[in-house]
C-alpha cells in the first residue's frame, strides 16, 4: 500500500461474509484497473465476494465524486485489500453426542480509488 492518501477517496466495507482469501483473488484481478473497466469484470465474475466488492467499490467511487468533485470516469483503483474478520463460531451435531465446531469467516474489505495521472 502506498503512503500518498492526499488524492485518493477510500471506503470500507466490515464484517462481510465469507474468508479474506477468495475476497483476494478478486481483489488482485481488479487493482489498478479503471473504475469502469473493474466492474464489467466483476459483473462477469462466476464468484460470490463479487456483490459486496462491487458495493464498497461503487461507495468509493461515490466519496471520491461528492468529497473531492473527481469524475468517475477517470477513476482508476490504486489500493484494493482485505483483511479477517472475526469468526463466527457454530457448532453442528456429531454422532455419539459429539459436537463438531464451525467456524464462519467475515472479512473486512478496503478500496481506494484515485484520478489516474
Not at 487493482?31 to 464489467?40: K, Q, T, V
Request: aromatic content about 6%.
Amino acid at each position: 500500500m502506498s503512503t500518498n492518501t492526499a488524492n485518493q477517496a477510500l471506503a470500507h466495507g466490515r464484517f462481510i461474509r465469507g474468508s479474506a482469501s477468495k475476497v483476494r483473488r478478486v481483489l488482485d484481478q481488479i487493482r489498478g484497473r479503471s473504475y469502469r473497466e473493474a466492474l464489467i469484470m466483476l459483473e462477469f465474475m462466476p464468484y460470490r465476494s463479487t456483490g459486496p466488492i462491487t458495493k464498497v467499490l461503487r461507495s468509493a467511487v461515490a466519496n471520491a465524486e461528492h468529497n473531492m468533485g473527481l469524475d468517475p470516469a477517470s477513476l482508476v483503483i490504486s489500493q484494493a485489500w482485505a483483511d479477517m474478520g472475526p469468526s463466527l463460531k457454530r457448532f453442528r451435531p456429531r454422532a455419539q453426542g459429539r459436537a463438531y465446531a464451525i467456524k464462519k469467516q467475515t472479512c473486512h474489505i478496503s478500496i481506494a480509488v484515485a484520478p489516474y495521472t
